[in-house]
T-cell receptor
Framework: KNQVEQSPQSLIILEGKNCTLQCNYTVSPFSNLRWYKQDTGRGPVSLTIMTFSENTKSNGRYTATLDADTKQSSLHITASQLSDSASYICVVSARTGFQKLVFGTGTRLLVSP | KAGVTQTPRYLIKTRGQQVTLSCSPISGHRSVSWYQQTPGQGLQFLFEYFSETQRNKGNFPGRFSGRQFSNSRSEMNVSTLELGDSALYLC?????????????FGQGTRLTVV
């Protein structure tokens, strides 16, 4: 069964600190992995998208890594800001005749002043 | 370039009623997907449309339906509303249906069934 699991479920960090969010998946055949940021009551916004051959991709203070062998991904946030408080959702796309997206339930991050 | 627009933003309905939600994709995008988001379940795929044709459907009852118009705008309809249908309904648009196509989400419609 195609699944995406994220950890931790929630996280509180102090402003300025770094943090790492984890994503494990069992989606097959794998096509790509995306990280989205979703502010409360808003739609998700794409941070990164990585294909099978990509190990690392950065978007400002966000750096995503992908290990396709172990089927794990992480999202590292550097020098956190209050505006980073949001849910971060890992989404894995299965390589089928159409684009099938499998969503994780997200990690809720709270950056405290 | 305008983003994905969903209307209305908020909606309150009573059990048994029906509701229609609207999604206008980014100009030039031909693929529209719909998702239901609840606190316990996360994002659940409803259906995907491309060029007015439904290409994929999630595991939702037949009370959930949708359609896409020739201008790529899409609507989803939920009939005989149940309390459990209360959720944030998100629409995402993509230029195509290719494997690595970026999906852009709208702000969502918050549906509350009372």
């Amino acid at each position: 069964k195609n699944q995406v699991e994220q950890s931790p479920q929630s996280l509180i960090i102090l402003e300025g600190k770094n943090c790492t969010l984890q994503c494990n998946y069992t989606v097959s055949p794998f096509s790509n992995l995306r990280w989205y940021k979703q502010d409360t009551g808003r739609g998700p916004v794409s941070l990164t998208i990585m294909t099978f051959s990509e190990n690392t991709k950065s978007n400002g203070r966000y750096t995503a890594t992908l290990d396709a062998d172990t089927k794990q991904s992480s999202l590292h946030i550097t020098a956190s800001q209050l505006s980073d408080s949001a849910s971060y959702i890992c989404v894995v796309s299965a390589r089928t005749g159409f684009q099938k997206l499998v969503f994780g339930t997200g990690t809720r991050l709270l950056v405290s002043p | 370039k305008a983003g994905v627009t969903q209307t209305p933003r908020y909606l309150i309905k009573t059990r048994g009623q029906q509701v229609t939600l609207s999604c206008s994709p980014i100009s030039g995008h031909r693929s529209v997907s719909w998702y239901q988001q609840t606190p316990g379940q996360g994002l659940q795929f409803l259906f995907e449309y491309f060029s007015e044709t439904q290409r994929n459907k999630g595991n939702f009852p037949g009370r959930f339906s949708g359609r896409q118009f020739s201008n790529s705008r899409s609507e989803m309809n939920v009939s005989t509303l149940e309390l459990g249908d209360s959720a944030l309904y998100l629409c995402a648009s993509s230029a195509t249906v290719g494997m690595n196509t970026e999906a852009f989400f709208g702000q969502g419609t918050r549906l509350t069934v009372v």
